[in-house]
């Protein structure tokens, strides 16, 4: 068990690594302001690393519609076999969640 002594200890390497990472972030030059906040958004982030390893967002996108299209006409055309699937996988997950 960890004693206190020891998360005091972490906890003061913390604030100490969150101290420097602040200065750093102050010094740290300034761009032009809105379009240097808007390449840093995470859906930016995202994007540009979806680009970098060839992953088309657009095609993604289209994909998931196409998916979500055939679920629904799976659903209207076989009610019950599309209720027992949801069940099946509710449990598998149910029990990899234990």
């Known amino acids: 068990m960890v004693t206190k002594?020891?998360?005091e200890?972490?906890?003061?390497?913390?604030r100490t690594r969150n101290a420097q990472l602040e200065?750093?972030?102050?010094?740290?030059?300034?761009?032009?302001?809105?379009?240097?906040?808007?390449?840093?958004?995470?859906t930016e982030e995202v994007k540009r690393l979806l680009a970098?390893?060839?992953?088309?967002l657009a095609k993604t996108e289209e994909f998931g519609e196409k998916v979500a299209e055939d679920l629904g006409r799976l659903q209207k055309s076989y009610p019950m076999t599309s209720m027992i699937?949801?069940?099946?996988?509710?449990?598998?997950?149910?029990?990899?969640?234990?």
Do not use: C, M, W
């Not at 970098?52 to 088309?56: L, P, Q």
């Open 5 to 7: 002594a020891e998360l």
């Open 9 to 14: 200890i972490e906890l003061e390497k913390l």
């Open 23 to 42: 200065a750093k972030s102050k010094d740290a030059p300034v761009g032009n302001g809105e379009s240097d906040n808007a390449a840093h958004t995470p």
């Open 52 to 56: 970098e390893h060839g992953i088309d």
């Open 85 to 98: 699937a949801v069940f099946a996988l509710g449990y598998v997950i149910g029990r990899t969640q234990k």
